[in-house]
Structure formats: structure tokens, C-alpha cells
């Protein structure tokens, strides 16, 4: 008889989180079944936990970073992905499919529901309605901390912050121990993202181990997630198997790589006063002010950009707009990046100067020391969904960027790409040293006997489970959400920003 299979995400749990003191659980694991879990392209958190719940890679699942760039009335304007726009069947929809119950907390892009399960959306659904994200809504009454619960953590200052952050998780802890010890869900995953959003906060105070009040917070939030996987580890039943894993790594870079800037330097992109951007526009601004300049400097020194970041919220709630970057001019350029969470290069050309220009730009790229570009189209088959290019820094983040030098020297905490794996429980014989994300997906479905859709990237890790069976393949599901956002407004684009912007992202 198989066992639950129960998943818990660290969002963005870094090899340096894991060797901090307080998280002596996670590092023994990690000693005795730990791997490398290799993310997307790029490796950012709504690319990354899509291709998990859909064992696609992001060309093919929609969801390439987490906001949609889409153009409207001649501009261009943004808003957040939601789950209706994840084109594929998602692993919970599997077990679901199955007559496995499932409790799903804190996965992105989980609004509008799937499945008539128990479902907890992520801080990704846009919504401050405590309803919206309570599927269905006697849940609250199955597990009273829900009634507290709050999935976007808030605050003045990263202190206040970090404690509302800490609420949330203890809130998540609890819930998802009762979860556990009621035992009625054969299919549990939650999603502890405090990991990532501290590491935006306090990842040099934590790596210097330096004894500021922001940083014992994020240490208590690790102390008492660390406490509860011991305790999970103890509680679940010999025949469970449980998957600890991160969507993505973290680690401490030593400057910003300027995509635009790089390129505008290189003679392949022009700015101009009133070329595109690939931002919204507040159409109720009475004053718009380009601080460009001033953004060059006040980004190189974290405490005045953390100091000013108050005053700039004031001034755009009363309908003034600033600009930090120029617009591109499309007709004198050839090749440009729209936004930092896309980490792409698009080439404006098609046929052989298309061709000609991507092996160039991929060349000299190449040539700079901590960047490497990777060709979509011979990763992912396809580009037609995402950029072209898609460029990894080793020494530098890698952000959109246009103005003045194309790299900055102010060290920054940001995404990598290897993430952390942990595979626990009786179907395993062990972690793989490295593996991408897709593979959980058909891996776990397998592993519970049930057939795999026969779309997937991923593929079932079979040298590494203790007993060997075919692997069967099914037509995918198709998923009944309707997209009902695709040419949604921009309204609550503010919001949007400022929760992005709080958590590190932007």
C-alpha cells in the first residue's frame, strides 16, 4: 500500500541558509540525501514552482517570470501572471485525477482553483481578500489558524517586516502539522516562502553571521521551520514519501550585469525620450519625473535606496510618476531586454539576420567573465513564448538596466540556479547529485503507480527509485480554467509593484 506523498518547499533555500546553526535539521538531511535540483531558464520563482507543478519547461508551461508584458492600445503595459494562464495539467490536478485527496498551500498560480480539494493560494493571487485564497471556504473552520492567516507579509521597516513574515510561517507550520496528523489527504504540499524573502532582506547580515535585530528574526523563522521538518520527519509514516526541495538557489553577487546598457554600448540598442517602455504608465500622474540619473546612484548604496523607498511610494499615491529608465527606440535597434524578472534578450529581426545576430550577441557575451548566455531555442526548443536569449550571471545578476556603465559594483543577494533537493521515504533509493526540476512530476506519479502524461519534460528518475516497474504514459488532462486576465486592466498594477518590490523582486 503506498504511502502519502507529502512535498515541502524552501523557496530559495541556499547551500548558505543550510549551514547556518539553526538550521542543523536541514544540514544533516542534506549531508545524508541532499542534490543539486537544477532550476529554469531563468531561474526565478514563477518560471521555476510552474515547471514543477507541470514538469514542463517554461517555453512550453507560459509562465516565464512573473509578470506578463502584453501590448495594449499601441504601449505596452504589465500585469501579474495567474494560474489561468499555466497551459498544462498540474500535479495536484493528477493525484486529484486519481481520487487522491489533496492539501495544497502556498503554491503560485494556484487561483483560480483547479480541483474541488483543499487549496491555500499563493501571495502570488492577486487579491487582499482573505477569501480568494481559501478554497473551499469551511477550510477555516477545519484549521483555525486560517482565520489569522495572512499570505503577504507587510511592514515600514524590514524589522516589522520580518516579524509579520515569521507570523505567516508559524501560521503555515501549524496548519500544515495538523494536516499531517489528521491524516485524510494523500497528496500535501506547502510552500514555506519566508526562505527566499529573507535572504532578499538580511542574506549578508546571515552569511556574516552579524547579530542585528533583522537578522534574528530571519533566524528564528529558520530555527522554527528547521524544528518543524525534524518533527515531520519523526511524525510521517514509514510508508510516506517526502520531498524537501527549493525552487531555486541564493547567493551573494558582486554587481548588476545591464542587459540594455551592454547592448546600448555595443551599438545594438538606441534610447530614445519616447521609445517604448516596458512598464505601466500611470494614466492620473499630473507629473512625471525621469530620475534615471539619481536611480544610477541611490541603487549602488542599499540603506539610502531602502531609506528613500518611503518617499517614493508617497509621491506616487498622490498621481506623481517617475521614470528610472529611457524608452527604446524600435526602429534603430536590434536587440533589447523588457524586464529585469525576464533576465532575456528579444532580436528585433527575423530569417538570416536573426540567426546571424543570436550567434553573435551568444559570442560575445560568452567573452565576459560571470555572464553566460543560453540560447532558448536550444534549451527549450523554442523561443516563442520567452526571449531569445537568456542570460546567467556566475559573478553578476543580470538585470534590464540602461543607464551609464553596464556593470555596477555594489554587491547584491539575488537567484541562482542550483536549487536543493532532499528525497526522503520508501520508493527512494537515493537523491540524485543533480536533477531538474520537471522530473518530480512524473517521478512522484510513478512512483504512486499512476500513469504519466505523455507531454513532459521532465522524465521519472528511475535509477534512483528501490523497485523497477514500466513506466506508463496517459494523454494529459486538460485543465478547465478559464483565462479570464489575458487583457486584464492594469488597476491594481501599484499594488502589484509595491508586494513585488517588498519582497525582493523588483
Known amino acids: 500500500m503506498n504511502g502519502r506523498t507529502i512535498v515541502i518547499g524552501l523557496d530559495g533555500l541556499s547551500e548558505m541558509l543550510i549551514g547556518l546553526e539553526e538550521t542543523s535539521t536541514l544540514s544533516n538531511l542534506f549531508d545524508e540525501s541532499g542534490g543539486t535540483l537544477l532550476s529554469t531558464l531563468p531561474p ?117 517586516f520580518l516579524k509579520s513574515l515569521l507570523s505567516i510561517e508559524r501560521d503555515r507550520i501549524e496548519i500544515t502539522k495538523q494536516v499531517i496528523e489528521d491524516g485524510d489527504h494523500e497528496f500535501v504540499f506547502t510552500l514555506f516562502s519566508g526562505t527566499d524573502t529573507m535572504q532578499h532582506r538580511v542574506y549578508s547580515d546571515l552569511a556574516g553571521r552579524a547579530s542585528t535585530s533583522e537578522a534574528d528574526v530571519a533566524r528564528k523563522i529558520l530555527r522554527e521551520i528547521d524544528d518543524f521538518i525534524s518533527w515531520l520527519v519523526d511524525a510521517k509514516a514509514e510508508t510516506d514519501n517526502l520531498v524537501l526541495m527549493s525552487d531555486h538557489g541564493f547567493r551573494q553577487f558582486d554587481g548588476y550585469f545591464s542587459l540594455n546598457g551592454w547592448l546600448h554600448e555595443n551599438g545594438y540598442l538606441s534610447f530614445s525620450k519616447d521609445g517604448v517602455q516596458f512598464q505601466n504608465s500611470n494614466d492620473d500622474a499630473t507629473t512625471t519625473f525621469d530620475i534615471g540619473p539619481l536611480y544610477d546612484f541611490v541603487r549602488r548604496n542599499e540603506v539610502l535606496m531602502n531609506s528613500l523607498m518611503p518617499i517614493y511610494r508617497f509621491f506616487s499615491d498622490h498621481n506623481v510618476e517617475f521614470t528610472s529608465e529611457k524608452g527604446i527606440d524600435m526602429s534603430d535597434t536590434e536587440a533589447y531586454c523588457r524586464h529585469d524578472q525576464e533576465q532575456s534578450i528579444y532580436i528585433n529581426h527575423t530569417g538570416e539576420r536573426y540567426e546571424s545576430l543570436k550567434a553573435q550577441l551568444i559570442d560575445e557575451l560568452s567573452d565576459i567573465p560571470g555572464i553566460r548566455p543560453v540560447d532558448v531555442t536550444s534549451e527549450y526548443g523554442s523561443s516563442e513564448n520567452m526571449g531569445d536569449i537568456v542570460v546567467l550571471g556566475d559573478r553578476y545578476q543580470v538585470i534590464r538596466g540602461d543607464r551609464n556603465d553596464p556593470i555596477s559594483d555594489r554587491p547584491i543577494p539575488y537567484h541562482h540556479r542550483n536549487g536543493v533537493v532532499m528525497l526522503l521515504g520508501p ?17 512522484l506519479l510513478h512512483l504512486n503507480g499512476y500513469a504519466v502524461p505523455d507531454d513532459l519534460d521532465g522524465r521519472v528518475i528511475e535509477e534512483h527509485l528501490t523497485t523497477e516497474s514500466n513506466i506508463e504514459f496517459r494523454d494529459p488532462l486538460s485543465s478547465g480554467v478559464e483565462n479570464t486576465e489575458s487583457g486584464a486592466a492594469d488597476s491594481d498594477s501599484e499594488a502589484v509593484q509595491n508586494r513585488l518590490e517588498d519582497l525582493g523582486y523588483l
Request: hydrophobic share 30%; proline share 8%; net charge negative.
Open 427 to 443: 520508493s527512494f533509493e537515493s537523491t540524485p547529485d543533480v536533477m531538474n526540476i520537471e522530473d518530480l512530476y512524473p517521478t
Open 44 to 160: 526565478t520563482t514563477g518560471p521555476a514552482w510552474s515547471s514543477f507543478q507541470t514538469g514542463k519547461n517554461p517555453e512550453r508551461h507560459g509562465i516565464s517570470s512573473l509578470i506578463n508584458i502584453y501590448e495594449a492600445e499601441n504601449s505596452y503595459k504589465m500585469r501579474e501572471f495567474s494560474g489561468a494562464d499555466l497551459a498544462s495539467e498540474a500535479i495536484y490536478e493528477s493525484f486529484d485525477h486519481e481520487d487522491d485527496d489533496c492539501f495544497v498551500m502556498n503554491l503560485p498560480y494556484t487561483y483560480p482553483p483547479r480541483i474541488d480539494g483543499d487549496v491555500v493560494t499563493s501571495w502570488l493571487t492577486n487579491s487582499d481578500d482573505l477569501v480568494d485564497f481559501i478554497h473551499p471556504s469551511d477550510l477555516r473552520d477545519r484549521y483555525p489558524n486560517l482565520n489569522s492567516y495572512s499570505p503577504h507579509p507587510d511592514g515600514n521597516s524590514d524589522l516589522a
